[in-house]
């Protein structure tokens, strides 16, 4: 069974630089991911790019995924603010 | 009709429509029934598609946006996203913007 430490590794690989927080029960995920890659994409874009490094794992074994996606400006302002 | 060009026609039929798992009344997944919710409380009229209704639907869209998950929304023909979006387009103001723009 998949584990959000895999799905964290996915997403690393899948974008090198990119900081990622998952959780999850097996079948439930959730992942925050913080890439530099993202600025300049809409929201779409970012969490196609996240698809795309989990791959055929994103069709069968993960059944659902709660996305969040920031870049680091991004993360470091919703860092003052909580 | 092939499956995309059946998926392009039922796009094309509202302007707010929403692939999802069951009906608005009757929905089979905790994120398809959110984002229902979401677009309720934003004051959409929205049209769904039931992608458990049909085999091919629920793959097609898939393909059709490059987006492996459902729900899938879209406003004026254009993808805008699965639940998490939603959500964020909606605690932003964004979504109800893009509502009111429909009317």
Redesign the interface.
Same mark, same amino acid.
């Given at each position: 069974m998949i584990q959000p430490e895999d799905i964290k590794q996915m997403i690393e690989r899948g974008l090198p630089g990119a900081h990622v927080t998952a959780g999850g029960d097996g079948r439930h995920f959730e992942a925050v991911v913080v890439f530099e890659g993202f600025v300049g994409k809409n929201m779409v874009q970012q969490h196609q790019m996240v698809y795309r490094a989990l791959g055929d794992k994103m069709q069968a074994e993960i059944h659902a995924l709660s996305l969040r996606t920031l870049t680091p400006e991004e993360y470091r302002a919703q860092a003052a603010n909580t | 009709m092939n499956v995309q060009d059946k998926i392009k026609q039922q796009i094309a039929s509202d302007k707010i429509v929403l692939y999802m798992k069951g009906t608005p009344q009757f929905p089979q997944c905790g #994120?398809s029934a959110k984002s229902v919710e979401l677009l309720k409380a934003s004051g959409a009229e929205f049209s769904t598609v039931d992608v458990l209704a049909d085999p091919d639907i629920r793959q097609g869209i898939k393909e059709y946006s490059?987006?492996?998950?459902i729900p899938q929304l879209y406003i004026n023909g254009e #993808?805008?996203?699965?639940?998490?979006?939603l959500t964020?387009?909606f605690q932003k103001g964004e979504l109800q913007r893009m509502v009111a723009k429909t009317k």
């Open positions: - | #994120f490059n987006w492996p998950t #993808f805008v996203g699965g639940c998490d979006i964020e387009l």
